[in-house]
C-alpha cells in the first residue's frame, strides 16, 4: 500500500502511539504508523540462557557498557537480559551541560517502552491537573480529572489491570479486572504505617498482567482491523507543511536498514515518539514559515521540561522472615513477578493533598533466605518545578547514526526542587523506620546516605565499591523515567504549544499526544495518562476527519 492515501500518520507506537492506532483504526479511517526500530515478538523474550540480575548487578551493566549502552546501563532496574529492549547510546547520542546530568532511558522497537517500565498504571488527579489553582505553583492544565476520567475507564477496560479499591482521596481509584494482592510484610508495613499516620495511604500496585504475545491489546486491534500498516525501521526526521505553512502534510522519513529517504503522506500527522523525540522531531522541522521550528510561535517548544525529583531506599523489615511473591497475575519467566506497595501523596484537608511527592515499593519480594529478615525497597517521585529554562533544543555540531541533529537536554534542579527532595527523603525515612523498618542507604541526586550495615551489605566488596562509585551518575535527573513537558497543552496559544485537544495552535491537524503535551511533571507514572490523553484527542481528530 506504498501508494495509499492516509488520513492519519502516527509516529511511534509506544504508549501513546498503539492507543493512536485504535482509536483512529476503530473510526474507520485509514492509518500508517511509522517506527523507528523493529518487530518484535515472542522470540525476543525468551529467558533461557540469559541471567537474571543481582541487587547491583555490576557485571551485566559492565557489559553492556562495552557495548554501547553506557547510559542505558544506568536505568536503576537495567537487567542484561532485557539489553536487546534498549538503544545503542552510540548510534543514539545527545548532550546535556556539564553541571546536569540526565540520563534518558530509551526503546526503539515496536511497543516502545512498554516493554521495559514497570507496567504500573495510576491516574493522576486534580493535584495535578490543577496545581496552579490548589497551591500557586505551576500552571493548570486545559482539562481536569473528570473531563478524563472516561478515558482512564476506557484504557483500564482495555489492558484489564490488577488492583484493588482503596477509596484514597489522592489516588483514584481504577477499574479492576483482577485482584493485587499485598504480600504478608507488606499488610504488616500498611497496618503500622496507618496507624501511626493516618494520612499516609498505602496501596497495592496497580499493573498490568503479562501478555503472551508480547503486543498489546489496543495494537492487535489496529493491526487486526485491516486499517493499519505499520513500517519498522523507519524514522520521521521532519513533519512537512503545505504552502502556507498551516497544513501538516506527512513526514520525511529514513528507511533505517536501506537509508533511503521518502516522503509520506496523510490528511494529519499524530506525534507519539516520546516527549524527548517529539519536541527533536518539531525543532528540526523548521522551515521558512516555521524558522524556530514547528509549531513555535510561543517560542515555548521544548521549554518547561521536567521529569520527576527520584530517591532510592534500601533495606530490611526485621518483623518479617524470608519472601514471596503475591503476584495474582499468570507467570512470566521473562520479567519475573509483579506487585508492590504505593504510596500516594499524603491525605490533607478536604482530601486534597498536603505534599508534593509519592512512594513505589515492595516489602518481602526480594529473594532471601527463610531465615533471613524480609528485603524492602523504594523509589520516590517528586514534582519538579517549572522552569522555562529547563529545555530540549538541538545540539547542531553533532548528529546521530541517521544525520539528525542530536538533542541537547537540561534539566537542572533549583533551590525549590532541592527542598521538595530534602522533603522527600525525611518523610521516607521516617516513614519506612517508624513502621518497624531498617534502611542501609537513602540516595538521590543530593547524594548517597549509607546507614546502619551500609548499602547491600552481603555484596562482594568490589561491587559495593563500584555502587558508590557509579552512584552519583546513576541517581541524576532522568532517573525516574517520567520525563513530561516541552509541547506543553493550554488555553491560549502565547503560553502553550498545543490547545485542549493537542492539536498545533500553528498547525490544527497536527496533534501531539506523548507526555511532551503535559504542562506539569506530576508524582506517579506517566504513561495511563498518555494513553486515556491520546485516545481523547484522537476520538476529537477522528471527528474532524470525518467532518
Known sequence: MADATYDALIIGSGASGMFAAAELTAQGLKVLQLEAGPAIGPADFDAANRPRQTDINLWQRAKATLGGQGVQARAAFFDGRMRHLFVNDRKHPYSTPKDAPFVWIRARQAGGRTHTFGRVLLRWTDDDFKVASRTGKGVDWPIDYAELAPFYEEVERSLELYGQPDNVPTLPDSLYAHRAELTGPEQQFKAAVEARWPERKVVTWRYIGPEPTRVLRPLREAIASGRLDIRYNTIARKVLTDASGKRATGVEAIDTVTGKVQVLSARAVVLC????????????????????????????????????????????????????????????????????????????????????????????????????????SFFGYGVMAPDPDNRVTLNPRRKDAWGMPIAHIRVKIGREDQATLERELAALVETVTGAGGELEYVGSPLGLREMGRGAYPDADPLSRLAFRALFKKTMVMGAAIHEAGGARMGEARTDSVLDRHNRSWDVPNLLVTDASAFPGGGVSGTTLTIMAMTVRACRQLAKELRG
Do not use: M
Not at 321 to 349: E, M, Q
Open 273 to 376: 515518539a516520546s516527549p524527548i523525540e517529539s519536541i527533536r522531531l518539531l525543532l528540526n522541522s523548521a522551515s521558512d514559515r516555521h524558522p524556530q521550528g514547528l509549531g513555535n510561535s510561543s517560542g515555548l517548544l521544548g521549554r518547561y521540561f521536567v521529569d520527576q525529583l527520584p530517591c532510592v531506599a534500601a533495606g530490611s523489615f526485621p518483623a518479617a522472615k524470608g519472601w514471596s511473591t503475591a503476584d495474582t497475575a499468570p507467570a512470566d519467566p521473562f520479567y519475573g513477578p509483579s506487585g508492590g506497595v504505593y504510596l500516594p501523596r499524603f491525605v490533607g484537608k478536604d482530601g486534597a493533598a498536603s505534599n508534593d511527592f509519592a512512594y513505589q515499593g515492595s516489602i518481602g519480594r526480594s529473594r532471601t533466605a527463610p531465615d533471613r529478615p524480609a528485603r524492602l
